[in-house]
């Protein structure tokens, strides 16, 4: 179990793919993202992720910044197609340079690296082999992560094996919203249990080669409401709440899946798989925005039979229009804290906007996300108080970033980026949160 921290940890997190940009340089392979960039349609804004936000030219600009910002703890990802092109195989010398430079400046400035494995950017070479439906990629991403350990883990001792399970496992082989856009259900399932073995490889070989690491996977957990409560949606929310919150953190810490699940998946389950993917971990990282509403969904081509319903009419929203719920957020900290007895660290929370711009005197306005994080702050605090073991909070995110299948449009940033100049200009509430944090640090001291 790793040493509770000292302070609060306060951070700020981005992912490889959303900012880096930079995709066909230096030798970096294409992920499955890249080919999904340039299928017509599956972006929303018909935007992709060749340029981004440029940060493999800009780094130190943008280290610069969350340096500016106070903060002790930075989240980032590292690609696996800049490491491995191939996914496997020869390892890509100046993709592992970039990186340690990377992690070097951070260590420069005082800010702790806490480096996530994978977020989403499979390699396309290993896609082509089957990807996560193919049971070898267990083996493909432990050895990945034996490279990414080695090479990185004399001065990185915060690891993270993956961001938000649930979330590329549903979208990219039941619903198609995210790569690599299947709509299969055995694929899906095939994909749910080879990316536990593969968390569960991961943390063992971490745990090999990593002195005093400290273990953690992010969930996405969202409370899932039936649309307008009503009766013959209750099924598709119980459905997708196995989906969406439980078929990853409880087979890697509790030892089982979830019940409907357990039955669907075990075709696939071979002996002794479950003992490979529940692995002690140090603790979990958790990224929450908002409750979500299930609806039946009567299709016969719909994969399971849910969909996604609508908030009710009356409920706020932020600019993307996900639903506004704090108390959801305290519930969830306080009944993962109840379910799963670790340490939590909230690896991702913040507030989406379409129409954050510069005005004339160059100053971004964002008092909606200020709003949104101010009760979310509070939230967590509430929640703390009844008793979750909440150590740290990395904001979503430094920067305005390339948003997957919604592409550049929602800006969750706390620094605006211009993707036509690339300049990037402090929001309000990038000063709201250096406050935030500086007087945590002050109170603390005094404590
Ligand atoms: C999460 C993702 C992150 C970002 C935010 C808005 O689901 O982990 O990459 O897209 O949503």
Same mark, same amino acid.
């Given at each position: ?282 603790? #979990? $990282? &958790?990224? %929450? ?6 609806? +039946?969904? =009567?299709?016969?081509?719909?994969? !399971? ?106 800006? #969750? $940033? &706390?620094? %605006? ?6 300049? +990037?200009? =402090?929001?309000?509430?990038?000063? !709201? ?15």
């Amino acid at each position: 179990m790793s040493a509770k921290d000292k302070n609060f940890v306060w951070g700020v997190s981005t992912s490889a793919y959303q900012i880096e940009g930079a995709v066909a340089q230096d030798g970096r392979g294409p992920s499955i993202w890249d080919l999904r960039g340039k299928i017509p349609g599956k972006i929303g804004d018909g935007s992709n992720g060749e340029v981004a936000c440029d940060h493999y030219h800009r780094w130190q600009e943008d280290l610069a910044l969350a340096k500016k910002l106070g903060v002790s703890a930075y989240r980032f990802s590292i690609a696996w197609p800049r490491l491995l092109p191939e996914g496997r195989g020869a390892p890509n010398q100046k993709g592992l340079d970039f990186y340690d430079r990377l992690i070097d400046a951070q260590l420069a400035m005082a800010i702790e690296p806490w480096l996530c494995l994978y977020h989403w950017d499979l390699p396309q070479a290993l896609h082509d082999r089957g990807g996560w439906t193919n049971r070898d990629c267990a083996g493909w991403f432990a050895d990945f992560a034996a490279l990414a350990a080695k090479r990185y883990g004399d001065r990185v001792k915060r690891f993270i094996t993956f961001n938000e399970f649930s979330v590329f496992t549903l979208f990219g082989y039941a619903i198609d919203w995210a790569a690599p856009g299947i709509t299969d259900r055995q694929a899906h399932l095939k994909a749910i249990h080879h990316v536990n073995l593969a968390h569960g490889a991961g943390v063992d070989v971490l745990r090999a080669l990593v002195p005093k690491v400290s273990i953690g996977a992010i969930h996405n957990r969202q409370i899932v409401l039936p649309e307008g409560d009503k009766e013959e949606n209750r099924e598709a929310a119980a459905l997708l709440d196995e989906h969406w919150n439980l078929a990853f953190p409880d087979p890697q810490i509790l030892g089982h899946y979830p019940p409907r699940l357990a039955q669907a998946i075990e075709p696939y389950v071979q002996a002794g798989d479950l003992a490979r993917i529940c692995r002690p971990i140090d603790w #979990f $990282g &958790l990224n %929450h925005y908002g409750p979500i509403f299930a609806r +039946r969904d =009567p299709d016969p081509k719909s994969t !399971w039979g849910f969909g996604w319903g609508d908030a009710p009419p009356d409920s706020p929203t932020h600019g993307v229009g996900w639903a506004v719920f704090p108390d959801a957020f305290r519930a969830e900290l306080v009944e993962i804290a109840r379910r799963y007895k670790l340490p939590i660290y909230i690896t991702e929370n913040g507030c989406g906007g379409g129409d954050d711009a510069p005005d004339r005197q160059g100053r971004v306005k964002d008092a909606h996300r200020i709003r949104y994080l101010t009760l979310y702050n509070k939230a967590m605090r509430q929640a703390m108080k009844e008793g979750a073991d909440v150590r740290g909070y990395f904001l979503w995110s430094l920067l305005d970033a390339f948003e997957w299948g919604s592409g550049l449009g929602p800006r #969750f $940033g &706390l620094v %605006h980026v211009d993707f036509k100049t690339l300049k +990037r200009t =402090p929001k309000d509430s990038f000063a !709201w949160y250096a406050k935030l944090i500086q007087n945590d640090r002050r109170q603390s001291k005094r404590r």
